[in-house]
């Protein structure tokens, strides 16, 4: 295309153009704010999650409470809503509502911008609520699927689903998996043994 070619093309299709800059700057304007935004979003969530650590520490679990609600509530999207929910199932466990510590820790599970790790934790979490309200079978069947980065701790807690049902046999095949799982210098596997001893099985 010559010179005069491609001023004659600029000229007619100039509206075009300047529209397709001007949309081409809008959409990385918007993209850069909103990544600004996500930024600020994530650095308030911290600073809120801070303060619920400072708080529970203190003992105000009153503006520890206050703080998690508003970090589930308004910064869901960020990592430390999660942490929010362990927080709030806690302290609803230890003050005997059961069945609101097993929503928080059922949001953690079902949510869909969860990481993978923390899914497993409330699993866990939830899977230990079930045993101490004497519902061993829910507690296995929240953990049928194996986690290997998790694998001590899920195959302990099967194991203690397993003596509450009066099945010592799995129980001692789950203390063992447990053990097999952990480094041969680590200290949690005596507290195991002990607990193989307890039903009457030698570690």
Do not use: C, W
């Amino acid at each position: 295309m010559t010179g005069p070619e491609l001023s004659e093309f600029l000229h007619r299709h100039r509206i075009s153009l300047i529209a397709g800059t001007v949309i081409i700057l809008l959409a990385a304007m918007g993209f850069f704010g909103y990544e600004k935004y996500q930024r600020h979003q994530v650095q308030r969530a911290a600073i809120l999650y801070n303060e619920l650590v400072d708080s529970s520490v203190a003992g105000q679990l009153g503006t520890a409470r206050a703080s998690a609600d508003t970090l589930v509530h308004q910064y869901g999207h960020t990592p430390y809503a999660a942490f929010a929910h362990f927080f709030l199932a806690r302290m609803d466990s230890e003050s005997q509502q059961i069945p609101a510590a097993e929503t928080e820790l059922k949001t953690i599970i079902h949510s869909g911008s969860t990481p993978r790790g923390l899914k497993s934790m409330a699993r866990l979490s939830l899977a230990r609520l079930y045993l101490e309200q004497k519902q061993a079978q829910k507690a296995l069947d929240l953990l049928k699927a194996p986690d290997v980065a998790f694998a001590p701790l899920q195959d302990e807690i099967q194991g203690d689903a397993y003596v509450a049902l009066h099945q010592d046999g799995k129980a001692m095949q789950a203390y063992q998996s447990a053990i097999a799982a952990l480094p041969a210098a680590d200290p949690y596997r005596s507290y195991l043994q002990m607990k193989m001893a307890n039903i009457g099985v030698a570690p």
